[in-house]
């Protein structure tokens, strides 16, 4: 049985022929190109690097820059991309953010034109990888408190210090690293094999193993003077990049939540116990009831937030929200059916665990649930807690 | 070299067909439709010979106004342009179909007329080669391969016999089948395009009623299977079966 996207608001009817065609692409290739292989590269712990020229031939990389070889396209547009996406893996999703929304956007928002004009058009076409350094061994919350310095020299500057957790980290031709310059936050593009600069795969991890997660080491790493962006300082570049990214990870996530609901609605047809399909039993369709009303909020929000982000009127707040509530619920769907698929939902043979391993990344980057929490606490009350 | 491809719009063939109250049409209700197959096979193959050789390629359409989200498709792939002979309902025969069609290409440029081998919903088969003659084109059928260098067109036609190697002087029309090419997927850029590009629409001629559907049947649901016995001694009684019951085997 193929897949049945659920859109129990119709919700297809709010979208643009362009929008729904971006996505119905995005689908059909990821159905074809991606879940096929996705479970084997998992169990392996590898990054699927063959898909990388696929997904550029797409046209999915930066696909929302304008501009630069970039085809310009809306946030909503860019979402459903995104959504699909993670319907096959969080790991392929990730990819995909850090490059377009983590290091495309800050060099197209913050670069010099000759930065621009470097990265932009190669890293559209795939031809560069990118990754984005903001997170350390002792900083991860509160990016704040980074040790990473950066320090002027005659001829430009030296970087030290130490990023860890760091997707598509080793396999990245250029790293975008925040470093403290004068105690104020500067970005850099440092590039892969300048001397000094390390980079180095984390192993062992139980979620998002199709993913290149890694450490970066800086030690005494001389950059030249035009590899600073000269566009902002501060903590509101890296997290005007988190906005950014944030923002797809709603839609991301109610892509894992949808393929989870799907395989599970599907399982407890065909699966007879007690002489009928579980699909009858009250206890079963509370779950997908529950389930199906989760994902319809998640689509319903991450359709209003892509508008409001069109329209120029998104708040990081509203971001937060969004974010916080999809991948909240994506893993109690995960798990939820997970536990539907009885011991077949432990196995490679399904999605649902691959899924809900992933998902307990997604929830913890760009901004754990609870600092997301703290944030809209912020904003409803005035005070803020996490200092 | 300009290349004119015709594309229907059928029911995508994972949909679950049944049949409206009517017991005329389907429903239509959660169905998805998409480009015929074999007619998307021709679209690409269009669109690599107009890559390899450059040219234009257009794509007509014969379909309700929802089509146009086909057309589109086509459009994203890389098609150039389109025409939509807008359907307004009614039934046509294959011969109507292709008269309709042959109408709106009779007199533009095209040195290839690309067809699906048949669409999947009504799987006549016919409307391709109808066109071709009404055009008074060379045509061949069931194109698996196919060249073209120097105006000429190098085919090979696969049938249950064999492979024919068969050469044409262009222009000429095509029916093709799978192996021939393989859709691409429409990219970004060429999704954000296809609305900028022209869709000519004209109105279809009415249906000139000489062929009407009278009713629509599921197919009967098929009979279980049944055993004719166990090991060799079951072989007597299937191959009488197979021969005279079945008439499978002679
Ligand atoms: C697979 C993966 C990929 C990643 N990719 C990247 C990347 O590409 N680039 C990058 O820079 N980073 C990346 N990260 C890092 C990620 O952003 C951090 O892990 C995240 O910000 C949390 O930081 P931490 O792990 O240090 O946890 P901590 O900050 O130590 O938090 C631990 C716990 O304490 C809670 N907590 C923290 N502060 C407070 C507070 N004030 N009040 C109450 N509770 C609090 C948190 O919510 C959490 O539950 C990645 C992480 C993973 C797992």
Known sequence: MAYESPDFFALDELLTEEERMVRDSVRDWVEERVLPDISDHYLAGTFPMELIAEMAELGLLGAGIDGYDCPGLGPVAYGLILQELERGDSGIRSFVSVQGSLVMWPIHAFGSEEQKQRWLPAMHRGEAIGCFGLTEPDHGSDPGGMETKAKKTDNGYVLNGAKMW?????????????????????????????????????????????????????????????????????????????????????????????????????????????????????????????????????????????????????????????????????????????????????????????????????????????????????????????? | MDIIVCMKRVPDSAAKITVAGDAKSIEQDGVDHVISPYDEIAVEKALQLKEAHGGTVTVVCLGVAAATKEIRQALAMGADQAVHLKDAGGNRGPLEIAQ???????????????????????????????????????????????????????????????????????????????????????????????????????????????????????????????????????????????????????
Request: one cysteine or more; hydrophobic letters at 40%.
């Open chain 2, 100 to 250: 309709a069609l042959a109408g709106v290409i009779k007199g533009r440029a095209c040195d290839l007329l690309l067809f699906g081998k048949q669409s999947i919903d009504a799987d006549n088969g016919a409307v391709g080669v109808m066109v071709a003659r009404l055009l008074d084109l060379p045509v061949v059928s069931l194109v698996a391969q196919l060249d073209v260098a120097d105006g000429r067109a190098t085919v090979h036609r696969q049938s249950e016999v064999g492979t024919e190697v068969i050469e044409v002087t262009l222009p000429a029309a095509f029916t093709v089948q799978r192996g021939l090419a393989e859709p691409r997927y429409p990219k970004i850029k060429g999704i954000m395009q296809a609305k900028k590009k022209p869709l000519e629409e004209i109105d279809a001629p009415a249906p000139a009623g000489t062929m009407a559907l009278d009713k629509l049947e599921p197919p009967a649901a098929r009979e279980g299977g049944r055993i004719v016995g166990e090991g060799k001694d079951a072989v007597g009684e299937l191959v009488r079966l197979l021969s005279q019951e079945a008439k499978v085997l002679s």
């Open chain 1, 166 to 387: 760091i997707t598509n980290g080793s396999m990245s031709d250029v790293a975008l690293v925040w470093a403290k310059l004068d105690g104020r936050v500067h970005g850099f593009l440092v590039e892969k094999g300048t001397p000094g600069f390390t980079q180095q795969q984390m192993k062992h991890k139980y979620s998002l193993r199709a993913s290149d997660t890694s450490e970066l080491i800086l030690q005494d790493v001389e950059v030249p003077a035009d590899a600073i962006f000269p566009g902002v300082s501060g903590l509101k570049g890296p997290l005007n990049c988190l906005t950014q990214a944030r923002s797809g990870i709603a839609w991301g996530a109610a892509g894992a939540a949808m393929a989870c609901y799907d395989e599970a609605r599907r399982y407890v047809a065909e699966r007879v116990q007690f002489g009928r399909p579980l699909a009858g039993r009250q206890l079963v369709q509370a779950k997908l009831a529950e389930m199906l009303s989760e994902i319809t909020k998640m689509q319903l929000m991450n359709l209003r937030l892509g508008r409001l982000k069109e329209a120029g009127k998104m708040t990081p707040q509203q971001v937060s929200m969004a974010k916080r509530n999809a991948c909240w619920h994506a893993l109690q769907i995960a798990r939820t059916c997970r536990d539907m698929l009885g011991a077949n939902g432990i196995t490679g043979e399904y999605q649902v665990m691959r899924h809900m391993c992933n998902l307990e990344s997604v929830i913890t980057y760009e901004g754990t649930h609870d600092i997301h929490t703290l944030i809209l606490g912020h904003k409803i009350t005035g005070v803020e807690a996490f200092r």
